[in-house]
Each structure stands twice: as structure tokens, then as C-alpha cells.
């Protein structure tokens, strides 16, 4: 009978800890340039990391939806992967020498979406 009467405090512990740990999943999204299926490709590929669970970019909105442990990673982690691939944000410029390594058909500065 004692051990009965700690399992309430036992139960709701359980259950805070589960809600603490769902509440570090965030969703967010980023804007990120870029112009056909190889870039979606790219960007998607460069997004996932440790922590990111879900990662979708939209061609025609440059908006790239996002899944991620806020306690593994951040969305400014997320974006530096990306940055490093080559592919602008909204906030930054990817590096040039970055850049400049996409194939042609994936030069969003110089060519339109196809």
C-alpha cells in the first residue's frame, strides 16, 4: 500500500517530463533563394542536421518549412548549413566562394526559376 501512495506523484512527474520535452520542438521557417529541383534538393539536404526532423522548400515561395529540437540545434545552425551550400536566406548572403560552386543552372542571382 505505501508504493501506491506515491504513484500520483510518480504519474505526474512522468507526464511533466513528457510535455518538456514536446515543447522543445519548434517549427519555424526560413527564406531561401534559389530556382529548380536541384537546388530543392541542395537546401533540403544542407537543412538537415542533428535535431531537424522535417525540412520542405517551396520552389515557387523560396520558403523552406522547418521541424527542429530546439534543444539540439537552432534555426541560426540551420541556416549556416544552408549558407555554406551556397544558398542565400532572407537574412544573409551565402558566401560568394560558396556560391560560385553551384552548377550553372542553379545560379538564382543570375537566372530565373525553372
Not at 501512495?5 to 519548434?26: D, E, G, H, M, R
Not at 515557387?60 to 530546439?70: E, I, V
Amino acid at each position: 500500500m505505501k508504493s501506491l501512495k506515491y504513484f500520483p506523484v510518480f504519474f505526474f512527474t512522468i507526464l511533466s517530463f513528457s510535455a518538456l520535452a514536446q515543447s522543445k520542438v519548434v517549427e519555424d521557417t526560413l527564406i531561401v533563394k534559389g530556382i529548380c529541383g536541384m537546388c530543392k534538393e541542395r537546401i533540403e539536404e544542407a537543412a538537415y542536421g542533428k535535431g531537424v526532423k522535417l525540412v520542405s522548400w517551396d520552389k515557387a515561395t523560396d520558403q523552406l518549412s522547418l521541424t527542429y529540437r530546439s534543444d539540439k540545434t537552432t534555426i541560426t545552425e540551420i541556416e549556416e548549413r544552408i549558407l555554406k551550400a551556397g544558398h542565400s536566406t532572407g537574412n544573409r548572403e551565402a558566401p560568394q566562394n560558396a556560391y560560385d560552386k553551384l552548377p550553372d543552372c542553379c545560379r538564382y542571382n543570375e537566372l530565373e526559376k525553372h
